[in-house]
């Protein structure tokens, strides 16, 4: 069950990563800035990036260090 929870975490920080440069109806819907600020737009777009870099990367330390 974890490991489908961190391999979870590592599709999803890479789907937040996409959605900075990608703009389709998938990475819209996932966009981090878009949820949680109620302006979010294009100058709140980068913070996907940010957040995805650390929900990828955990997940990808979880994977490596079980």
């Known amino acids: 069950m974890d490991t489908l929870l961190n391999a979870g975490a590592v599709i999803y920080g890479l789907a937040l990563v996409a959605s900075v440069f990608v703009r389709t109806p998938l990475t819209e819907a996932l966009r981090i800035d878009a949820l949680f600020i109620p302006q979010g737009g294009e100058k709140t777009r980068p913070l996907n990036l940010v957040f995805g870099a650390l929900f990828a990367g955990y997940g990808a ?6």
């Open 61 to 66: 330390w979880s994977l490596l260090s079980a």
